[in-house]
């Protein structure tokens, strides 16, 4: 593996941006159309600033490029960058809670080289020393094949609403965790 994995700095995040919009752009088309894309990146997908301060967000780095993203949280927000209005920043409850999982985005020029398995098994070890038994998200259509490779189970699908009638589908997802 020539990338590395650390926490993610808070003056990582304009470059997290920027790599959040080349991999929408880049790897999203079999699923969704352009005016899909373009509000997502405006409206939803981005960097929660909250992940970062927690210490549950990471990078994946090849030398000085980014190469990859994504993180875990232990507050109730299920999905949306700091732009998006719907949050609820408590904290979960581990026994009874899932933990959630947030954010993974590959450039497209390091998409399937195993950065966000590496990344997601980095996020399900930390929730589970913390107490949780279980983890679930919010998937994008292009990430659904890479959740189930990894374990997790679809829950039914949601559509939300972005912006001017245009709707991005969404699955919600559900893993178990190892010993619960
Ligand atoms: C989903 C995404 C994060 C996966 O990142 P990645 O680093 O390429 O994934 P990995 O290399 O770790 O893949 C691990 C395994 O998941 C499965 N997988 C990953 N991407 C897949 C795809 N596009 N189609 C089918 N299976 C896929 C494969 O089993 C893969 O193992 P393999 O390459 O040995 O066959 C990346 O495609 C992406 O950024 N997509 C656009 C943004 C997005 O929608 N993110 C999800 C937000 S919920």
């Not at 960097?47 to 990078?59: A, C, K, N, P, R």
């Amino acid at each position: 593996m020539a990338y590395t994995i650390r926490k993610a700095r808070l003056e990582d995040r304009s470059r997290i941006s920027e790599l959040i919009a080349e991999s929408a752009r880049g790897l999203s088309r079999e699923h969704y159309d352009d005016a899909q894309i373009e509000a997502a990146i405006i409206t939803v997908f981005g960097v929660d600033t909250d992940l970062i301060e927690d210490g549950t967000y990471f990078v994946a780095e090849d030398g000085d490029t980014l190469a990859g993203c994504g993180g875990w949280s232990r507050r109730k927000t299920l999905f949306g960058g700091d732009q998006f209005a719907v949050r609820d920043t408590s904290y979960l409850e581990p026994l009874i809670e899932a933990a959630k999982i947030r954010a993974f985005f590959v450039h497209p020029d390091h998409a399937r080289k195993g950065i966000a398995q590496a990344i997601l098994e980095e996020c399900e070890r930390e929730a589970a020393a913390h107490g949780f038994r279980a983890i679930e998200l919010m998937a994008t259509l292009p990430g659904v094949k890479f959740y189930q490779a990894c374990g997790y189970t679809e829950q039914g699908t949601y559509d939300l609403e972005l912006i001017d009638s245009v709707k991005l589908e969404l699955v919600p997802m559900r893993k178990q965790l190892q010993g619960s």
